[in-house]
């Protein structure tokens, strides 16, 4: 079956310190990979998105980067995070009918 | 630029009472419209994917449709369970992303 990982659920990260979220996706390959940013209250923002592996397409800038080491993974990094990033992270893929999102991360930068 | 809208922001009926949600959106070429519901701190869970004016979706209480500027989701005799926010989504031509819009928060009350 298709489904979608992604950890941890949340997390609380001291100003200034480095961030890894991982995403994973079973049951496909080379899936079109997305990650959202959702602040208190209001949408869903693109961050990034991926086609393929080592491609990422950055839709607004900011303090996070993003890569893809392998096919089904994707990962969203911080070197030093700020207080603006505290959010709901969420993981999608793209399926032939529609965008499967991942359970999210809830990061509070303190 | 692409944009979508939903209104009304929060929204809040009675048990068995019905209305609809709007969503409407700039039009470059719709690819598809995405409706998504969405629990408090998890991920958006897919309901229905419309393609073009006049086709309609159901499942259960909720019903989907498309016009050339806006979708509604229509929601019958509601249940306090079908409280949650309910987000609105399009892929328009010649784009890899979801645009969302803000969300309206239904709220059921027994």
């Known amino acids: 079956s298709q489904t979608i990982h992604q950890w941890p659920a949340t997390l609380v990260q001291p100003v200034g310190s480095p961030l890894s979220l991982e995403c994973t996706v079973e049951g496909t390959s080379n899936p079109n990979l997305y990650w959202y940013r959702q602040a208190a209250g209001r949408g869903l923002q693109l961050l990034f998105y991926s086609v393929g592996i080592g491609q990422i397409s950055s839709e607004v800038p900011q303090n996070l980067s993003a890569s893809r080491p392998q096919d089904r993974q994707f990962i969203l990094s911080s070197k030093k995070l700020l207080l603006s990033d505290s959010g709901f992270y969420l993981c999608?893929?793209?399926?032939?009918?529609?965008?499967?999102f991942g359970s999210g991360t809830r990061l509070t930068v303190v | 630029e692409d944009q979508v809208t939903q209104s009304p922001e929060a929204l809040r009926l009675q048990e068995g009472e019905s209305s609809s949600l709007n969503c409407s959106y700039t039009v470059s070429g719709l690819r598809g419209l995405f409706w998504y519901r969405q629990d408090p701190g998890k991920g958006p869970e897919f309901l229905f994917t419309?393609?073009?004016a006049g086709e309609e979706k159901e499942k259960e209480r909720l019903k989907a449709t498309l016009t050339k500027k806006e979708s509604f989701l229509h929601i019958t005799a509601p249940k306090p369970e079908d409280s949650a926010t309910y987000l609105c989504?399009?892929?328009?031509?010649?784009?890899?992303?979801?645009?969302f819009g803000q969300g309206t928060r239904l709220t059921i009350n027994p």
């Open positions: 989504a399009a892929l328009f031509q010649g784009a890899q992303k979801l645009v």
């Open positions: 999608a893929w793209r399926t032939p009918a529609g965008y499967t």
């Open positions: 419309l393609y073009s």
